[in-house]
């Protein structure tokens, strides 16, 4: 019997667990203690960097020069002419005054700005087809786009779908009072707005030799007053599916009140260096209703820094809870030099 | 919400299990079929033999018996998808996905494509599928192992045994087997190779109980000479509709001229047992396979839902009350929103027929959409990551080298998936007694005869070199009987779910291998260990007390007939000492056998001793050793000597001599066997022939004195008592020891061998068995030298005292007797508080005439039919009068080792123990005191009555006193108690311990008295319950769960399970699920800017696969690795458990907390992003772009907070995911055109990686989402550590530092303890409020899981 178990000791057993440190839970493990040290370090640390960060950001934020005009109150008559749907072919130009008491340096971007206008609702966000606006040969009636989709009599839409039926088309220009009674156009470049992968990447138009064959056999959507292919008749390399107006409507935007990017400023002769100070009046073909919704419109002139626009939020928050975090940090130091004379608690 | 699922698995269960069996086998029909059958019979089956003359009306009526095949698997592979899919489908959370795919399928109220809904109810199906399956599937082959065993079945072709398999075994069918095999089927008995038509059988597959049973032939049957021809058997047998009543058997046999004889259980061979000390038996299958006893008492698999599961349910149930709230105010808003636009605007679509849909309407559809949009609050995948976390965990726990038991080979097994969190949560363990708490080793540890005490000094200290050899890990018969109990039994198991069959399968197998082979098989050890039941050289080399030995040796010097007759002094003292070790040796019902040969049975023939002439060799060769000293030395001389020097040298060469003296005299002994003829008279060698006796008498008795282990390799000890009761064994080798050497037992006679006076045959003229209501059992014998018939009566002693009458012949003898016993009682009262087992010994010499008057009205009672046991008993207490008290033994049950430590480090850890026995009251309650399961202090109250009423009466008055008590210890520090009020300790520390019989219990189990019952229990530190059924434990077991709403542990055999429990105190919790709540309330915070259209911010895929991959792992990761303290000092401190086991009272708080800090955190991680990019040109998916990623990032730096260790697989798992998003949104941005509308995330993430106000705003928002639950932590771990970060600051500390603060908080806890038990709670209270006030956050984990 003795014999036996000698044998047993000779033999390893098998099924004995390894010895490793994973199956036995001795992986060496840092135990993030909470000590006094550690976190009021780490307090500090946090707190310090937030509040710099704090500061940076309000100071860049008000760096930003920008100019709001809100027009739909300017051009009442307009607004109430297109409460009226069935005004949608009358033309209504406005203008809306604006001076500038000190110039806008560097790169100027013009921005019209939607309020209340619910882009994000879940149904319109859906209503579009990628694929026709890749410029791909696709029946549109099995995409999201219904009811834009085709009309009755089946001709398609092109582009279909709510959004692109709903397209921003005020027409605006900026005019610039070098004295009291000569306004020069202040020139706007119409391209370069969009994302680069947008224009070059996810809209193609329709491949044909020329534009309007392209897009022969579709209808344009019910709310346009042109087709798809006279969107720029200027320059053709802007036009149908990948005028970049359209693009940048297409990128449906993330709340009801929301800005779009419409027109850059084109750094020459006076307006090299922006925006000069002075007198200022947007020219308006005024087409979008916003009244219907109870909505605004916004024309908006502004500057952009590293970290986005004149929004002071980030650069606030960023010092208050830097403050927070320092005065935790204090007050914990203060907690904890009390108990310290106690010296006890870790061993009550 | 989960019990009516739970029911209704349970019925759907055992509904497809019932059908499940069915179809394999053309006579195993469907157990409604079956009960059907039994119906039309009067609720009786008929079992005819499949032979000859009755094979037709075999064939009608046996067609409807299921068949020995068993089935235990849910599925089969044809029904596996749809089975397993509609048990998942019984998860409420399954369910909920189901109706979310289907609800997605509606065209009104989609949110998302179609498909992409039903992905993560696949991939979870899928999983848990593939979970079940596998598990199955090693089911199946565990019952396929089982089914394939093979058996021996007549079969009528070939007119004799022929293997088989179990599965082909039928009911009818003859079957036969050898020693040590498994009983395959329930059978009766036919024929047994024993003469007297006895057969044993060991049924501790059964009922865990190791010792043998005896089963008798069916009368009529046990008469024949030769083994039953089955060809002519041409009897019916009618018994019982199968049922899962273990101590109950009736039927009848009806042989063919319409003789009718009763079966009874003693004729019953039940599936699972395993044939002893005989060499073959035939019996007739009865009830097979599913039908058996053993599988019906096996009520299967119970769904062990853990806690963590139960407490999700209702958390989900809280989750789905809130998102029905969140879903109605989208709908809610939605409809204000439409509604307040006079006229539609134009970013709201129109029907296909230019209509707007009423608001009221839009509302409504919205509230579906919003079901399906913020599903994800609702976590599947939570339940896929437990699954897999405990998967990680059993894995560990299952590789942990503590649980690795080296002798056996064997570590541990965890059979139930679903239980392993709640390891840390046990409250109430429920203990087996024998096996478990004890080695279940009866030593010899004490007597008194005549009032004179033995202390036996010399064994203690054998003792003690035996715990030492234990821990050298030498002595291999000893871990032999630890691997015995450390077999898995039919209990429930902490870690089980599989059935009985499994654990005889591994003994079975090797049991094939009878005694021959039993050298080799040193493989599987178990049934090795089975020969050596209770016969380990701890229990059978008792070293005998030096006074008695040399007064026992005395009478063996002197006459025995003149010792008898006179009544002198002296020798009246020596006649006790014979007369007691002859009850020792007789009054027992042990089974004589010897291990090289067990299927024969020690046998001897009253007169012929064939001298043998190997044996004589031996003795020369004995003698020329031994002649130096022996010859010399008078015995006495010889004995005192054995531990001097010169004897050790001695002893040494003895034993080498031994070594190689042992194998010739096998040999005789085997060759003997094979000649059946010289069997019956075969002796074994230490019998010596007249003549030769004084020599050898002088070398046993040298052997007989020497210490240690070398006895058992003497061929004296070749003999082995098998018992129905260990202790019984003990008392035999006990006697053994003092020479008084049990040689043969057949039902007429017993031969003792009596040292110097040679063998003695008595006559054996009645047993009356032991019961528990007299508590005592006698043997009735003619003494062959008086030759006067002689009771020998052991019993409890408080029975046994009280029969001791007062002789009244002799004056001087009478004052004699009084003395005995008083002195004997207080022997008995000094055993008792030693935890020793007493019993005391009587013996009744009668006149002929007294015997014959007695067995007239004996046999009137044997033979009456009515009221037979009364008559019976009455007739017993008749006999066993006027007793002379010869003395009292005192028998410990050595407890395993480290069993009072544990079960105190238990109570510290405020669990609740119940130790549930089948053994006597006495025993238990002996047993409890030795393992401090019971304090001496303690208050123990005894429930027992004879009726329900009674019972009632008694809890009452018991919880009465316990009040009184309280009270009273109350009232006596009024003062203290009022001096620290709002302290969450009552007074628990006056301690009252419960015990309860079974019958008893039976009773307070009864519906009415349930819950007084607990109420009783719940105030006693400790239950008690003995002579308990299994069936009654596991009642016991589920009352206390289901009406307490506790965990509980029930601890079967295994010495390692205690320790077990502790370490999963390093149990862990899922956490940081919570942070997908966030996530999903980012999406309800965006209703509020969309118009509450259920606009998503988020790509779809990336809002599904957040859940299932880039948050998934780390709380999976977290789930299994995280350990807060660890397990050396949880192990020094069992109080840490505490907490662990609260978790429960804090958890409807903490999962409010943690859902208000999920609140929070979406908050912040949907607002900080929504005021930096407020009014600017962001689009919709951009501006979700940073909203995940802060997402992401507060939901892995939560896990960080919350976790206690870091390992490098955290880090890499945290950093894996992290880095895991970005590229898989880098890859996605710039792999998809057009996929996905509308969320095409083209270039989004590439564009965001250039942008620092994204990083701005990740970092920002991660920051402030945290920061409470970070201050939080650090306050807590720093003003207000709770004990486990106490505990977890000590495992930073060096080890000697560690040593000293662990000394310093246990002398802090038993100080408190002290004084609280002194009744001032002050001190530990404020330790305890401080605790709990912790426990709480403690448990943030838990919850979070939710």
Redesign the interface.
Known sequence: ??S??R??AQHP???????SA????K??????????AS?LSGFIL?GVF?LT?GVC?ILSARSVKEVQINYSDKCLNCSKLRENSSNWNTECLCSADFKLEEKIQGDVFM?Y?LQN???????????????QL?GRNTDIRN??C???STYRNGTPMAPCG?IA??MFNDTISLFYYTNLSTAIQVPLLKTGNS?W??KY??FHNPTSHNLTSAFAGTARPP?WQKPAYLLDEENERNNGYINDDFIIWM???????????HRRLSRTEQFADGLPAGNYTFHIFYNFPVS???GKKYLILSTVV????S?L??GI??TV?GA??ML?GFI?TA??LK?KKRKT???? | MADPIRWARYHWQHLVSAEGRDGTNSSSNSSDKCYQSTKTTGKHRIVIPCLGHFKEEYEKVSKLYMNNRIRTTKYTLLNFIPRNLFEQFHRAANLYFLFLVVLNWVPLVEAFQKEITMLPLVVVLTIIAVKDGLEDYSKYKLDKQINNLLTKVYSRKEKKYIDQCWKDVNVGDFIRLSCNEIIPADMVLLYSTDPDGICHIETAGLDGETNLKQRQVVRGFAEQVSEIDPEKFSSRIECESPNNDLSRFRGYVEHSNKERVGLSKENLLMRGCTIRNTEAVVGIVVYAGHETKAMLNNSGPRYKRSKLERRLNTDILWCVLLLILMCLIGALGHGLWLSSYSEMPFFNIPEPDGKSTPPALAGFYMFWTMIILLQVLIPISLYVSIEIVKLGQIYLIQNDIDFYHEKMDSTIQCRALNIAEDLGQIQYIFSDKTGTLTENKMVFRRCSIAGHEYCHEENTKRLESYQEADLEGEDLADALCSSLSLMPKQKEHSCRTANEPLNSKSSNQAAAGCSASEGEDGASDIPRSRHVAFSSPIETDVVPDTQLLEKFNQISFNSFEQSEETDREQSLETMYITDFFLALAICNTVVVSSPNQPRQKMRLAPLGRIPIKSLEEIKQMFQRLSVRRLSTSPLPSAKESSFSESSNTFVGKLSIFRVKLASPAAEVVTQMANVPQTADRQQSPKVPPPGEQDAVDVAAGSKTCDPGPYLEQCPITILHYEAESPDEAALVYAARAYKCTLQTRTPDQVTVDLGALGSLTFQLLHILPFDSVRKRMSVVVRHPLSNKVVIYTKGADSVIMDLCSVPTDVHSSKMKQKKIKARTQKHLDDYARRGLRTLCIAKRVMSDEEYAEWLNSHFLAETSIDNREELLLESATRLETKLTLLGATGIEDRLQEGVPDTIEALRKAGIKIWMLTGDKKETAVNIAYACRLLEPDDKVFTLKSQNKDACALLMNSILEAIQKSIDAKNSHCPKLASASPGTSTPPTEFSAGLVIDGKTLEYALHENLQNNFLELTEKCRAVVCCRATPLQKSEVVRLVRNNLKVMTLAVGDGANDVSMIQMADTGVGVSGQEGMQAYVNLLFWYQFFCGFSGTSMTDYWILIFFNLLFTSVPPIIYGILDKDVSAEVLMQLPQLYVTGQNSMAYSPLTFWITLLDAFYQSMVCFFVPYFAYCGSDIDIFSFGNPLNIAALFIILLHLLIESKTLTWIHVTVVVGSILFYFVFALTFGAACKTCNPPSNPYWIMQKHMTDPVFFLVCVLATCIALMPRYLFRVLQGTLFPSPILRAKHLDRLTPEEQREAIKQWKDVCVVAHRVDFQGTSLCSSSVEDAASEKRQHQHVRHVASA
């Open positions: 019997m003795t036996k178990s044998e047993d057993p098998s099924r004995c667990p390894d010895n994973f199956k036995q839970q992986l060496s493990a840092w135990q993030p203690e909470l000590t006094p976190v946090i937030c960060m950001l921005y700005s206008f619910y882009q994000n609702h879940r149904r319109y966000v859906m209503s579009r087809s990628n694929a890749l995409s999201n219904a009811p834009f709510a039926n709903s994302w992968t947008d990447v996810k709310y990128r449906v935007s993330a709340f009801h009140t929301f800005r779009n990017l219907r919704f109870k590293w970290c986005g626009g929004s939020f980030l928050a960023y809870s927070v975090v935790a914990i907690i904890h108990l608690y870790f061993q009550r």
